[in-house]
């Protein structure tokens, strides 16, 4: 993700240790437990602050001194930090040419508590959302137009993801084994009451067989033990794997990652290029999946400003990202290729996920946004813009020029 954070990859970071503390710090006693040390109110606001000098993420970007003295001896309810906040972001630089977000939450709550971070962090990576924004949200299909006829002889495959916040329950950087736990059992009731074409069934990370294993390796519906360092500086994996899982219809369509890097992953795709198939598929589940949650007294996280709530800021809003693996090998040699794909407020990637290149011409196009517009908004950017891409690629390939097909910024 933008954030930093890896598809296919979480793992155990900073252990959590807990202890009374009845050591009288300087002026008073730490008001709150830090996952931490509670002994940082020894030391000044400047004696704390972290050295980003060298850093390139939104997080060292909107960090002043003075925001830290304000905030770093605040907490959430749940006991979510500044430090908690910013500790990935601090751990990991960043490259000099791909600003990562450097930051994550801990709960719903982290948004409203730590916001004299968090929005400008927010405003300056969702391309100057501001604090008073209202976001969209649409799901339902019958208001994309079109998405039925993509060319399949371009594209090879579509899909459509995003996340799901349960409410009641910490973010995974901060949850603990018991929540872990109950997100899980919540989950599989949810699931297994689906119906129809979204039936199926769950595959538990601990205890799967090696059949099971290997299937799921083979179907490329796997995650695993993360090995970014980003996702270790975050907590995101403690415990591996306990409470982890895989759900996918039998149709193996319709796919949702249970306590990855978020509460859930649903991922709805098929072969070919049906968006509009795929993309019904994903807001019928979804809606289904929520409404047995909140039967349950347990919805999905969302507010009318942020949208849907997640662990990392790059993913508030939609937290959609639809795209298709299409054949390009023209168009991706062209001069204005990257031009074109930001004028149509897309972006590339390799088939294998963020920062792989491509193979044989063969692209992964998906939305650049995900807060301040909906769903329906979003995947009609993708199945325009991939309908344009694939007809400057016919024109390439008979020899002929683009320059009256390239778009303006959208």
């Known amino acids: ?33 830090n996952t931490h040390n509670k002994f940082k109110m020894n030391y000044s606001a400047e004696e704390e602050f972290p050295d980003l000098s060298q850093h390139n993420n939104h997080m060292a970007k909107a960090l002043t001194l003075d925001i830290y003295k304000r905030l770093r001896d605040k907490e959430t309810p749940s006991g979510f930090t500044l430090d908690d906040i910013i500790q990935t972001g601090v751990d990991n630089p960043g490259h000099p040419f791909i600003m990562t977000v450097g930051c994550v939450t801990g709960d719903e709550e982290s948004y409203e508590v730590f916001k004299d971070l968090l929005d400008p962090v927010i405003e300056d990576r969702h391309g100057g959302y501001k604090p008073t924004d209202k976001h969209r949200t649409d799901l339902n299909p019958a208001n994309l137009k079109g998405g039925d006829d ?57 205890g799967m067989s090696d059949a099971e294993q290997q299937q799921l390796i083979d179907d490329h519906f796997l995650f695993d033990k993360p090995v970014s360092p980003l996702l270790l500086a975050s907590g995101m994996a403690r415990d591996w794997p306990d409470a982890r899982g895989i759900w996918h219809n039998d149709n193996k ?16 795709m098929q072969k070919g290029g049906n968006m509009k198939e795929v993309f019904t598929r994903f807001c019928v589940g979804l809606q289904q999946i929520e409404e047995i949650f909140k039967k349950a007294g347990h919805g999905f996280m969302w507010n009318e400003h942020l949208g849907y709530i997640l662990t990392c800021p790059s993913n508030l809003g939609t937290g959609l990202r639809g795209g298709v693996h299409v054949k390009i090998p023209h168009l991706c040699k062209h001069e204005k290729f990257a031009e074109i794909v930001k004028r149509l407020r897309l972006q590339t990637r390799g088939t294998g996920g963020v920062d792989t290149g491509a193979v044989g011409g063969v692209y992964d196009i998906s939305n650049a946004d995900r807060l301040g517009s909906s769903e329906v908004e979003q995947v009609q950017l993708v199945v325009d813009g991939v309908k344009l891409i694939i007809e400057m690629e016919k024109r390439l390939e008979q020899g002929k020029s683009i320059d009256d097909l390239i778009p303006a910024q959208k």
């Open 1 to 33: 993700f933008a954030c930093g954070l890896r598809r296919h990859r979480v793992s155990p970071c900073w252990a959590v240790s807990s202890f009374s503390l009845s050591v009288l710090v300087k002026s008073a006693i730490m008001p709150f437990g």
């Open 150 to 206: 993509l060319d399949p002889n371009y594209v090879i495959s579509s899909r459509v993801r995003t996340g799901r916040s349960i409410k009641g329950y910490t973010l995974p950087p901060h949850c603990s084994r018991g929540e872990r736990r109950a997100i899980e059992k919540l989950s599989i009731q949810a699931l297994d009451s689906l119906s129809g074409d979204l039936k199926g069934k769950y595959y538990p990370l601990k």
């Open 253 to 268: 369509t319709f796919l949702v990652w249970v306590n990855e890097e978020d509460h859930l992953r649903v991922i709805s």
